[in-house]
């Protein structure tokens, strides 16, 4: 995935609405806390930072940051 690419949510990804798609303008690294595999209990110093893609919806004011494992390329 790259900077310019379109993307949508993949069905287990967090938005519902997967038939919408944005446009990648920047590729960071977060830290993701998931408590149904970590628990509830954060931790941070045990989690690595992991890509993320910024996302400009039509729909959205903004931009929004979504974990790479959560996107697929509509159209590169």
Known sequence: MKIGDLVRSI???VLTN????GIVVN?????????HLHGKKVNWDTIEPE??????????DGTINMPLCEL???RA
């Open 11 to 13: 069905p287990d990804g």
């Open 18 to 21: 997967s038939h919408r798609v």
């Open 27 to 35: 590729i960071i690294h977060k830290k993701v806390w998931r408590a």
């Open 51 to 60: 890509p993320h893609a910024v996302i400009l919806f039509s729909h959205n």
């Open 72 to 74: 697929e390329i509509v």
